[in-house]
């Protein structure tokens, strides 16, 4: 589903580099402006050939690992050189890559979770051990806690 309350760009790049993504907040205007853009949700389009020669376009992630609602990218305004409203077709087709791509994360999220689980899991673990291994040693122990000082020819004994 569409949310039309999305500012949604369509920007060619100084590189070359096509890509959408939805408009958080546009560069300031005026003497001390800034020429940064904030977006998010930013996929690069891709322009791919089947066998019959037929064009097809495809999105994929302009910036790894940067596709959640919370992921901001700073974008220097310098390197547009070009910029329109995508039709809606590729709106669509950008908001089911925003819904493929959070998916794709919350998979991510949960195994490196179930991974630092296991990991975590496994310090313990070996941390029982070296406690049993030192609570078994000194149960096992048959030496007192007497140390012994040959300070002088008296038989003295430090407690």
Not at 12 to 30: R, T, Y
Not at 83 to 88: A, E, G, N, V
Request: one cysteine or more; hydrophobic letters at 35%.
């Amino acid at each position: 589903m569409m949310d039309d309350d999305m500012d949604v760009i369509q920007l060619k790049l100084i590189s070359g580099c096509e890509i959408i993504c939805e408009v958080m907040e546009w560069p300031e205007s005026g003497p001390q402006s800034n020429d940064d853009m904030i977006i998010r949700h930013a996929f690069k389009m891709s322009l791919l050939y089947n066998d019959d020669d037929e064009v097809k376009y495809g999105l994929k992630p302009w910036m790894t690992m940067q596709d959640g609602d919370m992921q901001y990218i700073v974008l220097d305004s310098k390197s547009i050189i070009g910029r329109s409203r995508p039709i809606t077709h590729f709106r669509q087709e950008f908001t089911w890559a925003i819904e493929q791509s959070k998916k794709i994360r919350k998979g991510r999220d949960e195994y490196y979770e179930e991974l630092i689980r296991d990991e975590e899991l496994a310090v313990m673990s070996e941390l029982e051990k070296s406690i049993d291994n030192i609570a078994n040693s000194l149960k096992d122990s048959s030496s007192s806690n007497i140390l012994s000082f040959p300070a002088s020819d008296t038989d003295t004994k430090i407690h």
